[in-house]
């Protein structure tokens, strides 16, 4: 798995390849107290959508303003479009459930997700041209979810209000209990 992890950094050009090829394993394999359900490549609909919800509510603590979620093309979707005092970021957004074979969705954001999303932030770019000028990155979100409710989440996920989070640490949102593992900006070239 680590190895997997350090080839991923490699082909996305990351510096200190094999310190976050670690890191990531490790996040992934911290022991839980929390009896972790079955892991599956299959994430609920709406666990998915939390964990890009919950990405937002950190970003915009972060003083960032969101100006998409879900913004749909030919070529895809991109999970958020968020502006901050720099520019831009483009930010895919993976939520996995512990024990998830890919490195908590790392390994998803292979070089053909890259080209997609490269090609739907171009289009993007070209719909909305007072930004085409601002400086663009691509970063990847990387949240756990470490449990789930006993049952289906009722409320509507729009509703739902995020606590102040810190990366690495747990929060409970509508009886799942999440952690954004890893924000890693500037994951790989525009």
């Known amino acids: 798995m680590v190895c997997a992890a350090i080839k991923w950094c490699k082909s996305a050009k990351l510096e200190n390849n094999v310190s976050v090829a670690v890191l990531l394993v490790a996040a992934m394999n911290t022991s839980n107290t929390n009896q972790p359900f079955p892991s599956s490549s299959k994430v609920p609909p709406n666990l998915g959508k939390l964990g890009e919800q919950l990405v937002s509510a950190w970003l915009q603590q972060q003083g960032w303003t969101i100006l998409h979620q879900r913004w749909r093309c030919y070529w895809g979707e991109l999970d958020i479009i968020a502006q901050f ?79 102040p989070l810190q990366p690495g640490e747990p929060i409970e949102v509508g009886g799942y209990r999440f952690v954004l593992a890893e924000y890693l900006s500037h994951a790989f070239e525009a």
């Open 85 to 163: 005092p720099e520019g831009l970021a483009f930010v895919e957004v993976k939520t996995r459930t512990l024990g998830s074979w890919d490195v908590n969705g790392l390994l998803a954001v292979d070089a053909k997700k890259q080209a997609k999303l490269w090609q739907a932030a171009e289009l993007f770019l070209a719909e909305n041209p007072q930004l085409a000028n601002c400086a663009c990155r691509f970063d990847v979100a990387l949240v756990t979810c470490l449990r789930q409710p006993s049952q289906r989440l009722k409320a509507s996920l729009d509703l739902l209000e995020f606590p």
